[in-house]
């Protein structure tokens, strides 16, 4: 309210629901002054009354006719097809009030959401401060947190809660003898709780043979062994060890390995043919059904063979009275 006395002004109290004061004879003294308004259907004109000897003169405010632009309207209102109208926000005759649904606790003058229409899909809002602002729950993020704070945590079913990614579980590599010039082929897989549609384990090799390969993509691990990757001390019955390490990383950066400490590679001939006996050795060595579960014997004799055939394409194998048919 202006005084009339220069920029001063006064904060005074007034009655509720847009009643009028009554002027004192000391705010016709003062020359004391206050804004009115004539509001219709198309907008809401703004002028001045004062106190004078008849107390409150009255609101010369002229009949709001159509507008041309928002220059012609009062504060937080518009020119919307020819008629002032209040901006989103913001109520009242004179647009003096916050809408339904805003809020200006920190009485700033300026209408904001509040959180009665704020969403916070998975957190708690809060907008004591004038602003509404979602704090949101663990694994979530965003300004309505509706998005899972990725690659950690995700939406596998899709109904909005955000899980972290569990761990990485990776499959088991077969165990077997491989020959040389012959395919050793399997495929690898992993899981882990959390995994999306979309996502994707990256398959590596950590330690491998030379020409061992696997794809990235599919888990694929292939080998053809080469002449070149035979070694073996002057026991005939030994065969060539390998050490397999295989990793399967998931989107987080999670991953697993399957480490198998015994591969092995039968000793070949130059014609081709294998010694049965270092076929024999290393089957046994890692623990087919019937066998020890040990280090690698140096022999067929040391886990009681008793005889070694080759049918075919198959190792007959003699263990006291028990016969074991392998096929190769």
Known sequence: MSTGQGDATAKLCV?????????????????LETQCFNSNGIGACVETR??????????????????????ECITNATCTNGACRCVVGYAGSTCQLCATGYQDKDRDGTCLPSCAITVCVQGVCADGGGTAICTCNEGHIGAACDTCDAPNYTDPDGDGLCVIRGDVLLGAAPGTVARVAKVYRFVMSATQEGFMPGDAFVYSLTTAPTTMTIDAVTGETAWTPSPSEQTWDEDPTLSTTFHLTIRATAPDGQYAEHNRNSLYLAKAHANGTVDAESLCAPIFGIGAPGSFVADRPTSAQSVGVTSVTVDGGALIVSIGERVIRLTL
């Not at 009655?15 to 020359?31: E, F, K, V």
């Not at 004062?50 to 041309?68: Q, R, V």
């Open 50 to 71: 004062s106190c004078d000897a008849d107390g409150l003169s009255a609101c010369n405010a002229p009949e709001a006719t159509t507008c041309s632009d928002d220059s």
């Open 15 to 31: 009655p509720a629901d847009d009643a009028l004061c009554a002027c004192r004879p000391s705010w016709h003294d003062l020359g």
